[in-house]
């Protein structure tokens, strides 16, 4: 079993839609959580870093941790079609050199 | 200009070739890493590094070895290539401190036939 569980979609939404992108894990230990956001031929780029459990909101995206139950999400509101890409959450522990430990990754279409 | 500049970006070879990724950034930091990545697997680490001096295995490191030439440049080598190193590599950077974030390239997609 894979420590950080995402589903690869694809997830294909109308333009405007809400869209729940998710993450689940098994290591307890984790305790900084970031979102990439990956365009075709591009690198992952940082999208959201969180570190305590509860909501942070940064424009139209919104990260959730919930540490309690090793859940963490993102949402998207207003979703547009330059939000097409692959989601790749990531994270690890305290004090780990920064080694982060990544989700297979979740591909979006959003459909004009 | 790209902060963190990976060459080539498209590569092509034979089986048993030696081949050399090259990474370079311009955001001074001191922590780099190497990366491949296949479908639906995520990112996976290869090797990291911490400064010029230290040099670190990740997750699945058989098979390549890495080289830091200086703080702006990590290269990372195949010495034999074989079909199942065929994936996108990518190399990233950080800053100092705990838990800081790293910063991708654009990527380097290697087919090995």
């Known amino acids: 079993q894979k420590e950080v569980e995402q589903d690869p979609g694809p997830l294909s939404v109308p333009e405007g839609a809400i869209v729940s992108l998710n993450c689940t894990y098994s290591n307890s230990a984790f305790q900084y959580f970031m979102w990439y956001r990956q365009y075709s031929r591009k690198g992952p780029e940082l999208l959201m870093y969180?570190?305590?459990?509860g909501n942070k909101e940064d424009g139209r995206f919104t990260a959730q941790v919930d540490k309690s139950s090793k859940y963490i999400s993102l949402f998207i509101r207003d979703s547009q079609p330059s939000d097409s890409a692959t989601y790749l959450c990531a994270m690890n522990p305290r004090n780990a050199g920064n080694m982060l430990t990544f989700g297979g990754g979740t591909r979006l279409m959003v459909k004009p | 200009d790209a902060d963190v500049t990976q060459t080539p970006r498209n590569r092509i070879t034979k089986t048993g070739k030696r081949i050399m990724l090259e990474c370079s950034q311009t955001k001074g930091h001191d922590r780099m890493y190497w990366y491949r990545q296949d479908p639906g697997l995520g990112l996976r680490l290869i090797y990291y590094?911490?400064?010029?001096?230290?040099?670190n295995k990740g997750e699945i490191s058989d098979g390549y070895s890495v080289s830091r030439q200086a703080q702006a440049k990590f290269s990372l080598s195949l010495e034999s290539a074989i079909p199942n190193q065929t994936a996108l590599y990518f190399c990233?950077?950080?800053?100092?401190?705990?838990?800081?974030?790293?910063?991708f390239g654009d990527g380097t997609r290697l087919s090995i036939l």
């Open positions: 990233a950077t950080s800053d100092l401190g705990s838990n800081q974030p790293q910063h």
């Open positions: 590094s911490f400064d010029v001096k230290d040099i």
């Open positions: 969180t570190y305590s459990s």
